[in-house]
DNA sequence: CGTCTATTTGAATGTACTCAAAAGCGGTGG
DNA sequence: CCACCGCTTTTGAGTACATTCAAATAGACG
C-alpha cells in the first residue's frame, strides 16, 4: 500500500526508513469504488489524497450547467482541491472516480504535524506544489496559444496513460471543448496520418 | 524602499523589527526603466522580483510568432518564471516593464539562505506558492468555461488596477483573444450599458 | 437481450479570426 | 507649439473553426 508512497516521496526528499515509518501514520488509507465521489460540491476539502491505485477527476459545473474538468489523476498524483484545503472553505469542485481506487489521504492539520515532526516535509510540499504550479502555467500558455487539435495532441503526449483510461468527453472536458469537435479532430486526425 | 515588503510578508507571516532587518539583506533593489527588459527569454530566470513600483508583464511569443501574456505585475505582487528559477533551466519568458519600476530582487541562492536564516519563511514562500497555484487554477477554469467577453468583464473586476495600466492590447493578450476581438467587446458592452 | 450512455455524423449557426484600412493618441523634434 | 511619425484602437468584410441541435450508430453494463 505504501510502496508507491515511499518511491513518490523520494523522488523528491531523503528519508530514513524509521521517518518514512513515522509519516505513514499520518495517511488515512481509503476505497473509492468507481462512479462514487470522493469530495462533493459544497464540502469543504478535508484531504489531500495521494493515488495509489484508480483514475479519479475534479470537475466543477458552470452556471449553464456544463462540467468542466481542472484535473484528472492516477497512480502517483495527488489529488484535491487546494484552494477549499488549505483556506477551509467549500469547493466548487467535486471529485469522482473513473475505476475503484485506492487512496492515502492527508488531512491538513496532519499535514502540519507531519512538517513539524519531519521538516523535511515542509520542503517536500514545497516542491510538489511548485511542480503544480509549473505545470498549470503550462495549461494556461497552452490554452491560450493552441488550437483544438494542438492541445488533443499535446495530451495525448504527455498523458498518454490518462487518455486510454478515461472516456474521450472527458479528454474534451479538460481540453474545453465539446465531445462532437473532439471526434471531429480525431475523424480529420485519423485522415491525415 | 523596503516599506511595502514589510506589510506584504506581515500580511502571511509574524516577524520581528530584526528579523525583517535580516531579511532585507538578501534582497538586491533593481529599477528598471519603461521598455526595459528584466528577463530575456533564452535566458534563465535568476531572480524573483517584488514589485516595489510600476508595473510589468511576462509573455512568450509563439511558433506563430504571436505574443501571449503570462502574468502582469504592479506593486505587491511577484513577477518571475518560476519553471526556469527553481529548475535552473532557460526560459521561453520575457519580463519586460511598462512603467519606471524598482523592484527588490531575491535570487535563489538568497531564498535558500534567508530560509535557512528564518525558517517562517519557508512557510511564507509555502504560502505564497500557494496563492499563485489557487490563482492560476481560477484562470485554468475560466478559460474553460467563460466567453471572451465574461473573462473581460471578471478581468476588469479582478484587476481593475491593472486594466487602467496596460494598453488594451496587452489586456487581449492576457485574455487570449485579438485586439480586434476585444475592441468589438467593448463596443458591444457600452451599447448594452 | 435491452437499456443507457458515449461516440459519430450532418446541417445550420455563431463567435472569434484574418486581412485591410481608417481614425485616434502620444511622444519627438523642428 | 505644432507637425509628423509610429503605434494603438476601431471598424469593415469575408472566413474558419467550434458550437448547437438533431439523429444515427456503437459500446458498456446489468
Redesign the pocket.
Known sequence: MFDLLRKHILKRIDLTKAEFQQCTTYFIPKRVR?HRYLLESGDVSRYAAFVVKGCLRSYTIDQ?G?EHIAQFAIEDWWIGDPYSYFENQPSVYSIDAFEDSELLLLDRASMEKLCLAIPKFERFFRLLLQANFIASQRRIMQSLSA???ERYLQFLKNYPAIFSR???????SYL????????????HLSKHA
Chains 1, 2 share one sequence.
Open positions: 468507481k449553464a456544463e488550437t483544438a487539435e478515461v472516456p474521450q468527453k472527458q479528454i474534451a474545453g471543448i465539446t465531445p462532437q469537435s473532439l471526434s471531429r479532430i480525431r475523424r
